[in-house]
C-alpha cells in the first residue's frame, strides 16, 4: 500500500504550512536568524549534493530552525535511459544529512547520455511512458527509503502520440506507481493558457489524497504565450485556483517559489502571508496573530 510523505509532529505545530524557496540571496539575510513567519523552507536539492561548503552549512544552519523540503531539478525520471545510481546515491546522502520530510522533483526528462539540459523537458501522456516511469519512481523509491513527489511543470508544445490528457496521466501514475504529486497551481495555469484548456477540469479531476505538496509562483505574459518565470508575484487567476484546490486539500503544504528578479525575504515573506490567508478564508484563523505579530515586526 502507498504511504504518504507526512510531517513530523515536531516539525509542524499548527496549519497552515506555508514555506517559501530558499535562495543563496537571502541567506546573508537568513544566517543572522531572524524571527520569520514562514513554516518550512524547500531547497534546491542538486545546490546541496555532493558538497561540503557554505551552501550545505547555511542548509544545515536553517535546518536547526526550520523544516526542510527536497527539490530536486535533475532527477531526469522519464528518461527512457533510466535513473543515474550516482545521482541517486548523492541524493540520498543529503536526505540523511538534512531529514527532509519531502523530496520531489518533476515530471519531465532533462536529458541523455549524461548531457543534462537544464531544462524540465515535456514528455508523451502514453502507456509507455507510464510504465517506464512507474519503474523509475520505483527505483527512486527504494534507493531512497521513501515516496516521493513529482511536479507537472509548464510546457511550451505538447508531444505528439498522447492517449492521455496531463491530469489523467498525472492521477494514473500517482495511483499505480505509490508517488504523490506536487501540484504546481502556476504551471497548470500556464499550461491551461499555452495549451488552451480549461484549467478547472485539471484541478477538479486531481484527488486531494494524491497531492503531497502545492507550489505556488508568477509566470510572465509573453504576448502570444505565458512563460514560467518564477520572476513575479503570483497572479489573481492563479490565486483563484489556489482558493478552489486548499478549499479541499486543508493538510498539504503549500510554498512560493520566487527564482528570478527576486525581491527582500520581507517581500516574499509577504507573498506567503496571502496563501496563508487564503486558507484562513476556508478553514479559520488558526494563526494569524502571531503571524501578523512577526510580520509587523520584520516591516512587511
Ligand atoms: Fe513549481
Not at 115 to 120: F, G, I, P, R, S
Not at 216 to 222: C, F, K, P, V
Not at 241 to 250: E, G, Q, T, V, W
Amino acid at each position: 500500500m502507498p504511504i504518504r510523505n507526512s510531517p513530523k509532529q515536531t516539525d509542524f505545530i499548527s496549519r497552515p504550512q506555508i514555506g517559501v524557496g530558499l535562495r543563496k540571496t537571502h541567506y546573508p539575510y537568513l544566517e543572522t536568524k531572524p524571527q520569520t513567519s514562514v513554516g518550512w523552507f524547500e531547497a534546491v536539492s542538486e545546490n546541496y549534493m555532493d558538497s561540503e561548503g557554505r551552501p550545505l552549512h547555511m542548509l544545515q544552519l536553517i535546518r536547526e530552525d526550520y523544516p526542510i523540503a527536497l527539490h530536486g531539478v535533475s532527477l531526469s525520471i522519464a528518461s527512457a535511459e533510466g535513473v543515474r545510481p550516482e545521482y541517486l546515491k548523492q541524493l540520498k546522502q543529503l536526505k540523511d544529512r538534512i531529514d527532509p520530510f519531502i523530496i520531489s522533483d518533476h515530471l519531465c526528462w532533462t536529458g541523455l547520455q549524461n548531457a543534462n539540459l537544464h531544462d524540465l523537458l515535456p514528455i508523451p501522456f502514453t502507456d509507455e511512458s507510464l510504465r517506464c516511469i512507474i519503474k523509475h519512481v520505483d527505483q527512486v523509491q527504494n534507493a531512497l527509503g521513501c515516496h516521493i513527489l513529482l511536479e507537472n511543470v509548464s510546457t511550451y508544445l505538447q508531444p505528439p502520440d498522447s492517449t492521455y490528457t496531463e491530469w489523467e496521466f498525472l492521477k494514473a501514475l500517482a495511483e499505480q506507481s505509490g508517488c504523490r504529486l506536487l501540484f504546481d497551481v502556476n504551471n497548470l495555469y500556464v499550461n491551461a493558457k499555452n495549451h488552451h484548456f480549461d484549467p478547472i477540469l485539471f484541478l477538479d479531476a486531481i484527488p486531494t489524497e494524491l497531492i503531497g505538496q502545492i507550489h505556488l509562483a508568477g509566470y510572465t505574459d509573453m504576448g502570444t504565450y505565458l512563460f514560467d518565470t518564477h520572476s513575479k508575484p503570483v497572479y489573481p487567476e492563479v490565486w483563484e485556483l489556489f482558493s478552489r484546490l486548499i478549499a479541499r486539500a486543508p493538510d498539504v503544504p503549500v510554498l512560493v517559489e520566487w527564482d528570478d528578479d527576486i525581491p527582500e525575504f520581507p517581500i516574499l515573506e509577504a507573498e506567503a502571508q496571502k496563501a496563508r490567508q487564503i486558507w484562513n478564508d476556508h478553514h479559520g484563523r488558526t494563526d494569524t496573530e502571531s503571524i501578523s505579530t512577526a510580520l509587523l515586526s520584520s516591516g512587511a
